[in-house]
T-cell receptor, first 116, second 112 residues
Framework: AQKVTQAQTEISVVEKEDVTLDCVYE???????LFWYKQPPSGELVFLIR??????QNEISGRYSWNFQKSTSSFNFTITASQVVDSAVYFCALVDRGSTLGRLYFGRGTQLTVWP | DVKVTQSSRYLVKRTGEKVFLECVQD?????MFWYRQDPGLGLRLIYFSYDVKMKEKGDIPEGYSVSREKKERFSLILESASTNQTSMYLCASSFGQGPEQYFGPGTRLTVT
């Protein structure tokens, strides 16, 4: 069975602090994709990154970085020098070959608040 | 750019009313999905569709039905709205076996 756990329900930081959002996943498949989505107050989910299970290289995009570790089944997301505009709900998600029609399994989300 | 649109951003309906939520995508995607989002529960899949007139139940289909008469349009129907269906409804689409789902802006439905 597929499962995604985001243990942090809410995180508050002050601007310019670094913050890491945790994501732990479960799957029996060896082929799978992991995602992060951002949901700002406007409501629309914005795709941030996709990672496949065969690529464990960490990725950096500006202030965002992702740490994928198969050994611990984790796909953590770090925002460096956080800004107020980073305030949003962040979702981690998984799809594997057992997922009917590529349906995503989402974590419950982490609400990040960045204070000025 | 992929565009997924939903017919309303905010909707207020009365208990017992029949409610239609419409979703349209412009990228010729085969797959379309309806989720509801509630605080602390994340996104839960209601129904999805992989082709015209085809549908599959998700995790919480009770109280909902769907319609897909055209490839680009996927409708979510609340036959008799109830207060526990007050929620944010998100539509998404994806291409064939491609894993990315693209989301619409959401409809915040309030049933009074």
């Amino acid at each position: 069975a597929q499962k995604v756990t985001q243990a942090q329900t809410e995180i508050s930081v002050v601007e310019k602090e670094d913050v890491t959002l945790d994501c732990v996943y479960e799957t029996r498949d060896t082929t799978y994709y992991l995602f992060w989505y951002k949901q700002p107050p406007s409501g629309e989910l914005v795709f941030l990154i996709r990672r496949n299970s065969f690529d464990e290289q960490n990725e950096i995009s500006g202030r965002y970085s992702w740490n994928f570790q198969k050994s611990t089944s984790s796909f953590n997301f770090t925002i460096t020098a956080s800004q107020v505009v980073d305030s949003a709900v962040y979702f981690c998600a998984l799809v594997d070959r057992g997922s009917t029609l590529g349906r995503l399994y989402f974590g419950r989300g982490t609400q990040l608040t960045v204070w000025p | 750019d992929v565009k997924v649109t939903q017919s309303s951003r905010y909707l207020v309906k009365r208990t017992g009313e029949k409610v239609f939520l419409e979703c349209v995508q412009d990228m010729d995607h085969e797959n379309m999905f309806w989720y509801r989002q509630d605080p602390g529960l994340g996104l839960r899949l209601i129904y999805f569709s992989y082709d015209v007139k085809m549908k599959e139940k998700g995790d919480i289909p009770e109280g909902y039905s769907v319609s897909r008469e055209k490839k680009e349009r996927f409708s979510l129907i609340l036959e008799s709205a109830s207060t526990n269906q007050t929620s944010m409804y998100l539509c998404a689409s994806s291409f064939g076996q491609g894993p990315e789902q693209y989301f619409g802006p959401g409809t915040r439905l309030t049933v009074t």
